[in-house]
């Protein structure tokens, strides 16, 4: 079945703590009321909205399993291991998930899920490299910790969630509009030869080759590909509700000519978008941003916002 007639779950994680401030664990409530489910179904698409997941109880103090290296560690792995449970019953059901956040700590999750029975590859769209582990960390803040955990590097906590192994290999991963990296960080891309596309390689190379090039790098040895999309990778002009914005990146056209392509490459088998804040937007206007990406990903074509 081809990607554009394949059914779609959305899936909301209200989930915040593994940010540094609070307010992202409402975006998935902001991009329904961006009328997300009603866009999709525009298509014609087999769209179901299969709630939140919700932590019974979540810790308001740091727990014993976290402290300052790695915050909310506890309430943390027990989000994830839901969400990877839910992601990957609906890759194995056929379906797309679509998870909408939340911070980005929940993408150790979704990657998990649909890794569970296949060779993934990862392009990773985000202003940040989410690189960093509880020995390079400057924050503890586990949403920076979310694509190294996913290699396999970090708390074994993080990294065994789904199964003690790695859920993506770094020649399967793309990182693109990568902007801001720690030097722990850039020093785990030298070690382990990820690719990464800056916002200046985008700027030189046009938003089109680049994404060829990504697409050719995480689909040549792998089953399908999940698409991590951290709002801040867009510029702030275009959305201003993130909790780490960082100037210089992508314009929501060009991202949106990014979701076409990746859209018509046939290769997309799961999805998370997060850090969208309402808390800190400008009339839910990230929270349309975000919105009008996942139509575009997804094959459901609208106006964009100016």
Known sequence: MSMEYKPIDVIGVPFDLGAGCRGCRMGPDALRCAELVQHLRQSGRNVEDTGDIILSKTRTIEPEMGSHKAKYLKDIVRMNRRLYRKVAASVENGRIPLVVGGDHCIAIGSIAGAAKHKRIGVIWFDAHGDLNTVHTSPSGNVHGMSLAAALGYGH?????????????????????????????????????????????DINQLGIQEVVKRALTLVSEQTEGVHLSLDVDGLDPSDAPGVGTPVSGGIRLREAQMAMRQIAESGALLSTDFVEVNPALDLRNRTAHAAVELICSLLGVERESIE
């Open 156 to 200: 074994p906590a993080l990294t065994r969630i789904g199964g003690n192994h790695s859920k993506v290999l770094p020649e399967d991963v793309v990182l693109i509009g990568t902007r801001s990296l720690d030097p722990g960080e850039e020093e785990l891309i030298r070690r382990t030869g990820i690719q990464l596309f800056s916002a200046r």
